[in-house]
């Protein structure tokens, strides 16, 4: 049974780093694309970075240059190390993945989602 399980939120002071991880099992290791998104209250869900199932990566802008996203070889673990966090970076942060080997940053190409795990960031 294909589960994503998402662990590494927690809290953490304005300018601090927290590290995410997302455990997969059942059928990801067959080609997919993974990606981290976030949601925080009253806002549509955005993507964060995605890691296709070349070991190409795409960051979205909001995020180039602060989180960085990575995926074991076996494909079985996916983190995203958050630098330089701000307190507007509070929010759930899911794990998902694509069947597509090259998908987009769209939510609507993911049909696996983990329940998310809260990351809050204080001033």
């Known amino acids: 049974q294909e589960q994503l399980v998402e662990s590494g939120g927690g809290s953490v002071q304005a300018g601090g780093s927290l590290r995410l991880s997302c455990a997969a099992s059942?059928?990801?290791?067959?080609?997919?694309?993974m990606a981290w998104f976030r949601q925080a209250p009253g806002k549509e869900r955005e993507g964060v970075a995605l890691i296709n199932y070349y070991g190409a990566t795409t960051h979205a802008d909001s995020f180039k240059g602060r989180f960085l996203i990575s995926r074991d070889m076996e494909k079985t673990t996916l983190s995203l190390q958050m630098n330089s966090l701000k307190p507007e970076d509070t929010a759930t942060y899911y794990c998902?993945?694509?069947?597509?080997?090259?998908?987009?940053?769209?939510?609507?190409?993911?049909?696996?989602w983990g329940r998310g795990t809260q990351v809050t960031v204080s001033s």
């Open positions: 998902a993945a694509s069947r597509a080997p090259l998908a987009t940053l769209n939510p609507r190409e993911f049909v696996f």
């Open positions: 059942g059928y990801m290791d067959v080609g997919s694309s």
